[in-house]
């Protein structure tokens, strides 16, 4: 399995790379490895949905 680094997650993504680590933090992104202080994001994943936001929550549920 190939894996991505929460920068490369963020430029994929098109959001902050301190936002992908509060992803992986808080396990919303599945399939996450920790190897010391860096994250391992498979290269599939998919974004997760925001669910900061009411819209967003609709399309979780």
Do not use: H
Not at 8 to 28: D, Y
């Amino acid at each position: 399995m190939d894996y991505i680094t929460t920068k490369e997650a963020a430029r994929k993504w098109g959001i902050s790379v301190r936002r992908v680590q509060v992803l992986c933090e808080t396990g919303k992104i599945k399939g996450i490895t920790r190897f010391g202080q860096v994250w391992a994001i498979p290269a599939d994943s998919p974004k997760p949905v925001d669910c900061r936001f009411r819209k967003n929550r609709q399309l979780e549920k």
